[in-house]
């Protein structure tokens, strides 16, 4: 077995480095940060509290791979074999030497790498040591019957496993081999797990030594990698600044050119200005200064000049009539606006009186509508309070008649159950008497409505009596004569609920 079963590499992650262009940096890994995965190996990132299992799938700038902060290759293989050696006491001197073959299988990577599973031989150790009587299979046999002690071994280990399986945080291991060893068998053995383990020793040296050097030549490549981009950035850099140097000047020099440039040109025009202010100054707008003015540079001939005066008055008398013409359009045509105007102002008013007498109208109307809204609002309100006031006697009739033959019924049953207990046999009482004497009843019907809020009683003869017309409900007796108009046949008569004492003696003597 590998001494770094199941753990196979494990790696500390430092913070990542800043990856992509110039505009778009983003945390990344570098490759080597991912340790490569053989066909039976899988990885185990990190991320807080959490641990993620890779089957090779993830790449340096994932997520999960970012934020990690270590990463575990676990060895998934099934069935290895791990040899786990005990001493257990003889009937002689010596001790015999138990060697167990666990056949060894993760279950769950990551609970392998959340506890730590490195030494899998302690484990599997602790494990034999604490099958219960193990170390006591050979303390009644001598070194010789190391058979004995070998069979009994593993007839115990194979009881224990069928009736407690046991799982070492994530990793399964079943017993398949146990050999009980001499002491000759004992040190060749000894021999042989030194030379191995110095011969592992070595080849992981070696393995280390080469990991360290292709390491070191990969950081020496890296550095010369960035030395190499650095200088690229910097010429880049300074042609850029160059660049920007010589647009810069020509910008510069082309601006004094425009300047200079401008500079005579404005001289120029500020002359031309000059010159044609104080010719308009002089001529103004007079086409005859003008025409005396080409005259005199010479632009024009002294028959131009005569004809152009000529035309000019000639121009000057039309305008004249023109003019006329124009101001007596103009009396005209205001003349006609006014009497347009006056007539509009009439009819303006005619439509306006009109209006307001609609208004009026309208209004008056409306008042009447809402004076007959009124008047009917009223009647209605009238009408119901009238029906509230029926209903409201109607209900208290209603609850009068329920409450009374509740009364009876519960006075004819505590008459009942007088005459059955044998209360009255031997006395001479009046029933009705005594039970209208059992206690006071709370009093119910308009009597109670009309009282103060403290509570009041009534006794059972009290409540015997009908109650009279005039404890009717406040309003009843001013609908006397609708009711004898427009009669409510719900209302019925009241004589049948007579529950006088002379009844009440009847019902309990039944």
Not at 252 to 272: I, P, T, W, Y
Not at 311 to 329: F, G, H, I, P, V
Not at 473 to 501: F, M, N, Q, R, W
């Amino acid at each position: 077995m590998a001494e770094s079963y199941p753990l196979v590499e494990q790696r500390e992650y430092g913070r990542p480095q800043q990856g992509g262009g110039w505009f778009h940096k983003r945390p990344v890994r570098g490759e080597d940060d991912l340790p490569l995965l053989a066909a039976h190996e899988v990885r185990i990132f990190r991320v807080g509290e959490e641990y993620i299992e890779d089957h090779g799938g993830l790449r340096p700038d994932d997520p999960v791979v970012v934020a990690a902060s270590s990463v575990t290759v676990v060895d998934r293989s099934v069935g290895v074999p791990v040899v786990v050696e005990m001493r257990i006491p003889s009937a002689e001197a010596g001790d015999f030497t138990v060697r167990t073959t666990f056949h060894c299988t993760v279950a769950d990577a990551r609970t392998v790498v959340r506890d730590g599973v490195t030494d899998v031989e302690a484990l599997l150790l602790d494990y034999l040591r604490a099958v219960p009587g193990l170390t006591e299979q050979g303390g009644d046999l001598p070194i010789v019957d190391s058979a004995v002690v070998r069979r009994r071994i593993d007839a115990r280990l194979t009881a224990y496993q069928e009736m407690r399986p046991h799982v070492f945080s994530g990793l399964k291991a079943y017993p398949r081999a146990v050999e009980v060893l001499s002491p000759e068998e004992l040190a060749a053995h000894v021999r042989e797990v030194e030379e191995t383990r110095r011969a592992r020793e070595k080849d992981r040296l070696r393995e280390q030594l080469e990991r360290e050097r292709a390491l070191a030549l990969a950081e020496k490549e890296r550095e010369r990698e960035e030395i190499r981009r650095e200088e690229a950035l910097r010429k880049e850099r300074n042609r850029q600044e160059y660049e920007t140097l010589r647009t810069r000047y020509d910008h510069v020099v082309s601006a004094e050119d425009q300047e200079h440039e401008l500079m005579l040109k404005g001289r120029q025009n500020g002359f031309v200005r000059n010159e044609m202010t104080e010719d308009l100054r002089l001529i103004g707008n007079d086409p005859i200064a003008a025409d005396f003015n080409a005259y005199r540079n010479g632009d024009i001939s002294a028959d131009t000049l005569a004809d152009r005066l000529r035309a000019a008055e000639a121009r000057r008398a039309d305008r004249a009539d023109a003019l006329t013409k124009l101001e007596q359009e103009y009396l005209e045509r205001r003349a006609t606006l006014e009497r347009d105007d006056q007539r509009w102002q009439v009819e303006r008013d005619d439509k306006r009186k009109e209006l307001e007498r609609a208004d009026r109208l309208e209004e008056h109307a409306a008042g009447r509508e809402a004076e007959s809204r009124r008047w009917e609002q009223e009647r209605d309100d009238k009408l119901r309070e009238h029906q509230e006031r029926r209903q409201d006697a109607q209900r208290l009739s209603q609850e009068q008649r329920e409450w009374a033959e509740r009364r009876l019924v519960v006075n004819h049953d505590i008459g009942k159950r007088l005459i059955d207990r044998g209360l009255v046999d031997n006395t001479i009482v009046d029933p009705g008497a005594f039970i209208n004497s059992v206690g006071e009843i709370p009093q119910y019907g308009p009597q109670a409505l009309g009282q103060a809020p403290a509570p009041q009683k009534a006794s059972a003869e009290r409540l015997d009596k009908r109650p009279a017309d005039t404890d009717v409900v406040d309003g009843e007796a001013d609908h006397e004569s609708d009711k004898e108009t427009d009669p409510d046949p719900e209302s019925g008569d009241d004589s049948d609920l007579d529950l006088g004492t002379g009844d009440m003696e009847a019902h309990i003597g039944h």
